[in-house]
């Protein structure tokens, strides 16, 4: 296993590039250093001489690409492609546009984010799993019918209205946690709560339909029906023998998504005041940061890439029949 | 049942916790004596010598001192001393060397000398860069990065330190303004003015080629001519000629103090690399230091205990002691002993938490418009019944800006001061129904501008004698927009009889250079595209992104665009500027986005731009200014659009309130009543235990037919 595992992350190295080169390509068709350096200045009083201050102070004096008046390697190297880019592959993000530094920025920031989309996470599956085995459970019955319009009608209801109309219902009009805030220690519970929860039971149509059907296939299979001639209770066939042989799908969807709870939730730190690293994503991208979208997308690459190999491990432990080689 | 206990022992401990389940600041802070407040968008810079935005002089402005303030309650805005004995008066000197009159003409005067003199016993905050030893050297001045291991704030330092303001912190701070890795917004601004300064660039660049990276240089090493030390406590500031608009500029966190041992201490290796830094912990002599920044989420300013004691002042303008604004007269500052800041970047939370008396004051977002005030019978703006019954109070101001859409003078078709380009503006001038825009697009939130000058500036000039006689009338009173029919006159005269040109019969087509052009913008534009039709004009929209919009203003590759601006300081010459030929975007980069150019007016600029609104020669000015005015207001550069009214709100137990565009070192007068609050937070946010009752009821109900389904399923025979 070892030897995939690396061989995997030897194909990652192509690929983060790859990224690393577009997200650098698109920012600087859209922007060019010359409005970075107006975007940082300000609008009042932005003289060309503080312009090109700024850009030679940052590194964006250079040509993006090629430097055809460099010699040798100079050619490459004394690029702003060149000198962004290299130091993020040794980890070091270096500093935002505002001048601070990016990496302090993020490890400050993933504690709120996590606290968030870790419980979102862990409950979520939870609660989405058991509700698409009891609609298994009853699969044909009234209760499966209504229980998957009710999954088809939440998944057809924005995040938004969920994000806003749990704010109206449960801390404006019954007034029981805060709106939005952080704060942490003890009291941190009552900021969490809300958005926890909104996340969860907005999650719950979609992922609970998609489960149901995973099980409904799997229930008419031949050694659900030896296990039920065995005569076990239509629980422990569930949840023993259903649910442990659906895994495979379920991971694929669910592992990969665990590193990116890192990343945040860009809708739900927005409206919740959480000081994440969704909410540090977007003011980036606002603020035309390109340092802190590039480090962003850079992180998220890895992470994505580290879900799928996780993936791929995981396969192993539901399924010993797969073996890597 | 167990899940029964459950819920009732949730409630209980609901219940137990108090009765503002819902209050988002810590338990401890109850009931202190603390303001509570909102910031939308995160302070890029704290550091004085770059820091110019709305976001970030909310908090610097009351953390550094400049020499000068604006009188808190005088209307017009006055300067007064701050950490200044007096406010400068300068003084004139010709290119020999010698005195002259303050009536000099400014063609005669070679420098201008502003001398300031610091009332003594002013100190900073306590800070670890003054922290010293015993034999007076400073503790923290050979800092690495091994020793600053553990350190991640300022407050993680064992020892702090305070010493007295002096004159060379003072001096320090300006030199900074052209430091090579420090961007100051006013850099050329200044350079132009300060004696020696640009060349101070110059030097400074250099020498910071022969530095590390993170090197400190240590500007004490370099002479700037036009600011120099005359004692401890005095300088003295040189410009070229004569400026009486630096007065105002005196007054701004860009001459604010730094010490050299703070720039020292903040330059030492590795604490960039932590954030500290200036921009990130200010240090000021001000009421207020920063003790929390976390401008992702809570920044806080607590009462400096070094602060050097102010009083409320006692006088201010008429009305102000009817609205309770001189009780607190003579009474020592500040009040308040905090201040916590939250971000907020929705304005439904922000809104929702001002209601339920989180936060102490509010502005008033469109979502939440129609929920905090009316219109009254005579157009006059009210409070809502739901507003009033929580003792909401509504402060509004007309602000010291303009919203405008240029016409580019260098355009063959609108551009230029031909008869008939100037018809064409006019025309458009007219059609363009600003009341109307005002009243549907931004709740009457605004007034129909007349000029580039705001009310509140000197020059305005309300009432009949204010009005723009190209697109109003005075009629019983008022002002009254032309009849479309004069638009179309002039229209025809300028060569465009019903927008068809009058000699190939080409139709008349315009294009509007704007921002954004999402769904908000789209009915904005649908109506303003419905008043260029007025004129059988057909305008067709150019929307993009801003860099894009900027780019084309600066290339002059516009034909109409929208465009704004707010005043840095009190004065026309702050306005007048935007149209003065030497500010052209294309012909020089400056501020001139329209390319407008007219002798005339420029003459009429330059005699103004350089006299005092006060003394004797103010009403020279005054009548200078008007005939400028009217030369604007013929040639039409502009549509003068509006100008903005703020509307915020405010809760009862939040007192000394005063709508203040231009000094923003306010938080030092206000005042609350913390029982009044408290009082009001109880009442107002009492928790609705109910539904969680009935939550779990629902539950038990959808739970308990799946429970006995399943028993009666696995009880049942197999069919």
Known sequence: MLAYIVRRLFYALPILLGVNLLTFALFFVVNTPDDMARMQLGVKRVTPEAIAKWKADRGYDKPLFVNAAASGSGVLTETIFFGKSARMFAGDFGRAEDGRDIAREIASRMGPSLAIALPNFAIGLLVTVSFALLLTFFRATYLDFWGVVLCVAMMSISTLFYIIGGQYLVSKVWRLVPISGYGGGVEAWKFVILPVAIGVVAGIGSSARWYRTIFIEEIGKDYVRTARAKGLAEAAVLFRHVLRNAMIPILTGVVVVIPLLFMGSLLSESFFGIPGLGSYTIDAIKAQDFAVVRAMVFIGSVLYIAGLILTDISYTFVDPRIRFH | MPFLRLVFLSLLLLTACGSEQNDPYPLGERGGNILYAAFTERPKHLDPVQSYSEDEIAFTAQIYEPPLQYHYLRRPYALVPATGETVPVARYYDAQGRELPADAPAASIASSVYEIRLRPGIRYQPHPAFAVDDAGHPWYDRLDREQLRGIDKVADFAKTGSRELLADDYIYQIKRLAHPRLHSPIFSLMAERIVGLRELGATLRTAAKTLPADGWLDLDRFQLPGVTRVDSHTYRIVLHGKYPQFAYWLAMPFFAPVPREVDR??????????????????????????????????????????????????????????????????????????????????????????????????????????????????????????????????????????????????????????????????????????????????NGRGIAANSPLPPGIFGFVDGEAGINPVVYDWVDGQARRKPIEVAKKLLAEAGWPNGRNARSGEPLVLYLDTTGGGMGDKSRLDWLTRQFAKLDIQLVVRSTDYNRFQNKVRKGAVQLFYMGWNADYPDPENFLFLLAGSEGKVATGGENGANYVNPEFDRLFEQMKNMESSGPRGAERLAIIRQAVAVLQRDAPWIYGFHPKNYTLGHVWLHNRKPTDMGNNTLKYQRIDVAARQESRQAWNRPVLWPLAAMAAGLLLLVLPAAVGYRRRERGTAR
Request: hydrophobic share 35%; proline share 6%; net charge negative.
């Open chain 2, 265 to 442: 201490f903040y330059s030492q290796p590795g604490m960039a690399e932590k954030n500290l830094t200036l921009d990130w912990y200010p240090v000021g002599t001000g009421p207020f230091m920063l003790t929390e920044n976390n401008p992702n989420s809570r920044m806080v300013l607590e009462r400096n205990p070094n602060f050097h004691g102010e009083s409320y002042p006692c006088d201010g303008e008429a009305g102000d002691r009817a609205a309770g604004l001189l009780d607190d007269c003579g009474k020592a500052l500040p009040f308040i002993d905090k201040a916590v800041y939250s971000r907020e970047k929705e304005s439904i939370p922000y809104w929702n938490k001002f209601l339920q008396g989180y936060y102490d004051a509010s502005g008033i977002s469109s979502d939440s418009y129609d929920q905090a005030v009316r219109l009254g019978v005579g157009g006059d703006v009210q409070l809502t019944d739901e507003m009033r019954e929580k003792g909401i109070r509504l402060l509004t101001s007309v602000r010291p800006s303009i919203f405008y859409q240029g016409f580019n003078m260098l355009d063959p078709v609108v551009g230029g001061l031909s008869e008939s380009a100037t018809k064409l503006r006019q025309a458009v001038s007219i059609a363009i129904d600003q009341e109307e825009f005002i009243s549907i697009f931004m």
